[in-house]
């Protein structure tokens, strides 16, 4: 038999909902109350979380016929995720990476949210997709209200770049963060690309868009987010692209008093973020001005004259850095005269040519390079 006690008794510390989610609202904000710190034996067992997870990603990339995550799903579940996603759904799975010895890997401080989904953009092909993700400049048109702030800070080449992004998180409280990435995109064939990213920096912003904006100390914050790693991996088909996003984050942990209330709340905010991202990124591949994907074939305008462009240099004859690794700098490429490959970048006019049996910057061949504007 169960006793039901009906006498009203005064609640314990923290187990009203208002107490709940003040405290909640402490442990995501910056006050110094609640700050967490992010120690090196933290960070050295995410970095061996993530190594783990690494060595399963590279064993799927290196699948034939099964390059997706969602390509190594047993049967029944593959056929009701591929029909979710060609219906207009988005699939998600957390995830828990395990070491050599299948055991599972202990974060001391640290929390890990793990998470892959995947989307399906119809009559997409894969360039118009790669177009999108390297649109950096606009991830604040792509991403909102997530991302609010977004700038490409360098471009070594066409497959790695170095971004920031300011992000904005409203749940109990709204936190704002200033993030550093280094990506790199590598495409394996005409139909499959993968991209990797990695931050290099977060700080939480305090008192954001206001006169007293500031930074707290990277990893001396309230510990909403100190680490985020995101492997995109893309596939096209005959109707459209498959886009999967895994992402590796780590967070402080949650206090043992709030956990059963706070921890739910982090995985459905983690969730959220996911199935987010991935829908927006769908939209803005579907989005007007990219309903025509460009052809890769000759990417210049014909201009009134023709330059010299020697192999290694752009359209003015400047020197082009690391040349010796072959072309560089663009997304559309094309067969050029005398047996050579030359690239083209539409955002700074340059152009150049190399040898498609070498690789090395061994002949002269003449283009027209675009007019300058």
């Known amino acids: 038999m169960v006793t039901i006690l009906t006498r009203k008794r005064r609640q314990p510390p923290f187990k009203t909902p208002v107490s709940l989610v003040l405290l909640t609202a402490g442990l995501l904000s910056g006050d110094n109350l609640f700050a967490a710190e992010l120690s090196p034996a ?22 034939p016929g099964d390059f997706l995550y969602i390509e190594g799903l047993p049967e029944p579940q593959l056929d009701t995720a591929m029909s979710t996603i060609e219906n207009g759904g988005v699939c998600i799975w957390q995830l828990h990476a395990r070491d050599a010895k299948g055991d599972s890997i202990h974060i001391p401080g640290g929390l890990v949210n793990h998470w892959v989904g995947v989307i399906f953009v119809p009559d997409r092909s894969l360039s118009s997709i790669l177009a999108v993700m390297r649109d950096y400049d606009n991830y604040t048109n792509f991403y909102q209200p997530e991302i609010i702030q977004s700038r490409l800070l360098s471009q070594k080449d066409s497959d790695n770049y170095q971004i920031h992004l300011r992000m904005q998180k409203r749940t109990v409280v709204t936190v704002t963060l200033d993030t550093w990435y280094d990506i790199h995109f590598t495409r394996l064939d005409a139909d499959r690309a993968y991209s990797r990213s990695v931050s290099t920096r977060i ?15 990277a990893g001396r914050d309230s510990g909403y987010l100190w680490r985020i790693n995101s492997y995109w991996r893309y596939e096209h088909r005959n109707n459209g692209t498959l886009v999967e996003w895994e ?26 973020t996911v199935e987010n991202m991935l829908v927006a990124t769908r939209k803005a591949a579907l989005a007007e001005h990219l ?3 460009q052809a890769e074939t000759d990417p210049w305008t014909p201009a009134s004259s023709t330059l010299t462009i020697q192999a290694g240099k752009d359209c003015q004859g400047n020197k082009w850095p690391n040349s010796s690794k072959g072309y560089r700098g663009a997304s559309s490429f094309l067969k050029a005269p005398g047996k050579a490959k030359a690239t083209y970048e539409p955002s700074i006019r340059r152009c150049e040519a190399v040898s498609v049996t070498s690789g090395a910057a061994a002949q002269t061949t003449r283009y027209s390079c675009p007019p300058a504007s």
């Open 203 to 217: 700080q939480q912003v305090e008192d954001a868009g206001t006169s007293t904006e500031h930074l707290d100390p």
């Open 291 to 293: 309903q025509q994907p």
């Open 42 to 63: 933290t960070v050295q067992a995410f970095n061996r979380y993530v190594q783990a997870a690494e060595a399963r990603i590279k064993l799927e990339e290196s699948r």
């Open 247 to 272: 992402s590796i984050a780590l967070s402080r942990t949650i206090p043992f008093v709030v956990a059963w209330f706070v921890n739910p709340l982090v995985r459905r905010i983690a969730r959220e």
